[in-house]
Nanobody, 123 residues
Framework: QVQLVESGGGLVQAGGSLRLSCAAS????????MAWFRQAPGKEREFVAM????????DYADSVRGRFTISRDNAKNTVYLQMNSLKSEDTAVYYC????????????????WGQGTQVTVSS
């Protein structure tokens, strides 16, 4: 079992940057695949990025590829999402997710979720 807490959200101007953090509890953090999802008002939760247990495999949604970077520091039990060149369409609540069995871009795959952190991009 793992608990996830996101932080780092806020309000930024278009073109700006934010770094989100997901702090995880649990001694088996390194065994979990991790992902970021986001949900805008009136829309379904959508995949943003994912990373394997060791960071050896990473993938992104097409909408954020080249602008966002997912990384993890297993020694710190933390996953990050560096967001650059932010656009108004990036406005959403961002959620950190974890699963110990698999990694995928689908919400249903993940067993554990954080509470979310709001990212608002003005334009």
């Amino acid at each position: 079992q793992v608990q996830l807490v996101e932080s780092g959200g806020g309000l930024v101007q278009a073109g700006g940057s934010l770094r989100l953090s997901c702090a995880a509890s649990g001694r088996t953090f390194s065994r979990y695949a991790m992902a970021w999802f986001r949900q805008a008002p009136g829309k379904e939760r959508e995949f943003v990025a994912m990373i394997s247990t060791t960071g050896g495999y990473i993938d992104y949604a097409d909408s954020v590829r080249g602008r966002f970077t997912i990384s993890r520091d297993n020694a710190k039990n933390t996953v990050y999402l560096q967001m650059n060149s932010l656009k108004s369409e990036d406005t959403a609540v961002y959620y950190c997710a974890a699963d110990e069995r698999t990694m995928s871009p689908y919400v249903s795959t993940y067993s554990y979720w954080g509470q979310g952190t709001q990212v608002t991009v003005s334009s």
